[in-house]
């Protein structure tokens, strides 16, 4: 059991010699200030490469985070820094209040699950399950115990006597989450722990980790590109982009009120559409024009946006696929032409060009078995007025988040 505060925390990879020698004589030469620029998505520095930049969290005891991003965004290396095995460049961390930055690894408590589940082939299944404890001197009984009770409720007990070259991947992703546990950490790190199985096995394993969390008094973070664990196992996310946290919140929260186009982007499967069009005020209501379309907002959205002083301008329009109203409301609406059907079961994903750009519907099956949504033929539809999101094209920032 363990909270965990990270303040201001930063990461700065730092340059090779020779070139902070020859970034400085060209600078000299032309008479610069210090820069900062991107490289590869990250902001480089006098100092180095920033791949975390002014990270804040607080985490409560028993909480369940996910860090979610891109490859390359910063969530790897922030956990490898809670764990120990990344140093801090500058910022304070602190775990149940004691400051751990110059703590070594095996002095804090935390127990890490890799990706390449990092087992020992040499050893049988029950070895690798007592490995960590035996370095602790813990008496034989008490392991055998503690052995135990982490096979019963990993599912792992027939495989104990076994290698692990004779397990499957999902089996073995139990065993390296069995070996961390076992030991009873105050905080259980897991870095993409599920990318090296296929999808039936990710969904499964994605059960057993809700269930493991029930029978744990421990505190999770657990590292993912994959938002649709972050979705299902975060109490709350944390959606980085380049090295910055782009927003924390439930996952109710990041889906509803996504801050800027890079959540709305990021977060939601198919991702959110995206239209030009310009706010306006009729009547002291707000409203979005897109094209000779117009839709008024629902009263939370008239609210959220008058208490952000939004003025009239022009914008982006996001709305998600279920979002979408074929056919719906009156007046002018939306048209597209249908390029793509794609059918998911109880629904059809229609992907069609509205004004050269794709734009994805999710519509019930049975308006495609009627004829009505076939490729070529247009649809005509419009926005829910209580899902519509507005985006500054400048900033992209979300006009409702103050």
Same mark, same amino acid.
């Given at each position: 059991?363990?909270?965990?505060?990270?303040?201001?925390?930063?990461?700065?990879?730092?340059?090779?010699?020779?070139?902070?020698?020859?970034?400085?004589?060209?600078?000299?030469?032309?008479?610069?200030?210090?820069?900062?620029?991107?490289?590869?998505?990250?902001?480089?520095?006098?100092?180095?490469?920033?791949?975390?930049?002014?990270?804040?969290?607080?985490?409560?005891?028993?909480?369940?985070?996910?860090?979610?991003?891109?490859?390359?965004?910063?969530?790897?290396?922030?956990?490898?820094?809670?764990?120990?095995?990344?140093?801090?460049?500058?910022?304070?961390?602190?775990?149940?209040?004691?400051?751990?930055?110059?703590?070594?690894?095996?002095?804090?408590?935390?127990?890490?699950?890799?990706?390449?589940?990092?087992?020992?082939?040499?050893?049988?299944?029950?070895?690798?399950?007592?490995?960590?404890?035996?370095?602790?001197?813990?008496?034989?009984?008490?392991?055998?115990?503690?052995?135990?009770?982490?096979?019963?409720?990993?599912?792992?007990?027939?495989?104990?006597?076994?290698?692990?070259?004779?397990?499957?991947?999902?089996?073995?992703?139990?065993?390296?989450?069995?070996?961390?546990?076992?030991?009873?950490?105050?905080?259980?790190?897991?870095?993409?722990?599920?990318?090296?199985?296929?999808?039936?096995?990710?969904?499964?394993?994605?059960?057993?980790?809700?269930?493991?969390?029930?029978?744990?008094?421990?505190?999770?973070?657990?590292?993912?590109?994959?938002?649709?664990?972050?979705?299902?196992?975060?109490?709350?996310?944390?959606?980085?982009?380049?090295?910055?946290?782009?927003? =924390? @919140?439930?996952?109710?929260? %990041?889906?509803? *009120?996504?801050?800027?186009?890079?959540? $709305?982007?990021?977060?939601?499967? &198919? !991702?959110?559409?995206?239209?030009?069009?310009?706010?306006?005020?009729?009547?002291?209501?707000?409203?979005?024009? =897109? @094209?000779?379309?117009?839709? %008024?907002?629902? *009263?939370?959205?008239?609210?959220?946006? $008058?208490?952000?002083?939004?003025? &009239? !301008?022009?914008?982006?329009?996001?709305?998600?696929?279920?979002?979408?109203?074929?056919?719906?409301?009156?007046?002018?609406?939306?048209?597209?032409? %249908?390029?793509?059907?794609?059918?998911?079961?109880?629904?059809?994903?229609?992907?069609?060009?509205?004004?050269?750009?794709?734009?994805?519907?999710?519509?019930?099956?049975?308006?495609?078995?009627?004829?009505?949504?076939?490729?070529?033929?247009?649809?005509?539809?419009?926005?829910?007025?209580?899902?519509?999101?507005?985006?500054?094209?400048?900033?992209?920032?979300?006009?409702?988040?103050?």
């Amino acid at each position: 059991m363990a909270t965990l505060s990270l303040r201001h925390i930063q990461k700065i990879y730092p340059l090779r010699d020779d070139d902070k020698e020859e970034k400085k004589r060209k600078r000299r030469k032309k008479g610069e200030e210090p820069e900062v620029k991107k490289s590869h998505n990250l902001k480089i520095t006098d100092e180095g490469v920033v791949a975390v930049d002014d990270f804040n969290l607080e985490i409560d005891d028993k909480e369940f985070i996910v860090f979610v991003g891109p490859s390359g965004c910063g969530k790897s290396t922030t956990l490898r820094m809670i764990a120990g095995l990344e140093d801090i460049t500058r910022g304070e961390l602190y775990i149940n209040g004691r400051l751990v930055n110059d703590v070594q690894p095996k002095d804090r408590d935390i127990a890490m699950v890799f990706q390449n589940y990092a087992l020992y082939p040499h050893m049988t299944v029950r070895k690798n399950l007592e490995f960590p404890l035996e370095i602790r001197n813990t008496p034989k009984e008490e392991m055998a115990q503690k052995v135990e009770w982490a096979a019963d409720i990993l599912g792992i007990t027939p495989y104990l006597n076994r290698k692990p070259k004779a397990l499957s991947g999902g089996q073995r992703q139990r065993v390296a989450i069995g070996r961390a546990i076992v030991r009873d950490p105050q905080v259980l790190l897991m870095d993409e722990p599920l990318s090296n199985l296929d999808a039936k096995l990710r969904n499964q394993m994605r059960a057993e980790i809700i269930k493991l969390r029930k029978s744990l008094n421990t505190t999770f973070i657990y590292v993912t590109h994959d938002q649709t664990e972050a979705m299902t196992l975060g109490d709350r996310i944390v959606i980085m982009k380049d090295g910055d946290v782009q927003q =924390i @919140g439930t996952p109710q929260q %990041v889906f509803d *009120q996504p801050v800027n186009l890079f959540v $709305a982007g990021f977060i939601g499967m &198919p !991702q959110m559409n995206l239209f030009d069009g310009e706010l306006v005020e009729r009547d002291g209501k707000y409203a979005v024009r =897109i @094209g000779e379309t117009e839709i %008024v907002l629902s *009263q939370d959205k008239q609210r959220n946006l $008058a208490d952000a002083n939004a003025k &009239p !301008q022009k914008v982006i329009v996001g709305a998600r696929p279920e979002h979408i109203i074929l056919d719906g409301g009156n007046g002018p609406l939306i048209e597209g032409v %249908v390029d793509v059907t794609e059918m998911m079961g109880s629904s059809v994903h229609l992907h069609l060009d509205v004004n050269g750009k794709d734009c994805v519907i999710i519509a019930p099956r049975l308006e495609l078995n009627a004829g009505h949504l076939t490729v070529g033929s247009t649809v005509r539809f419009t926005l829910a007025p209580n899902a519509v999101h507005v985006f500054d094209p400048q900033t992209e920032k979300n006009l409702e988040c103050r």
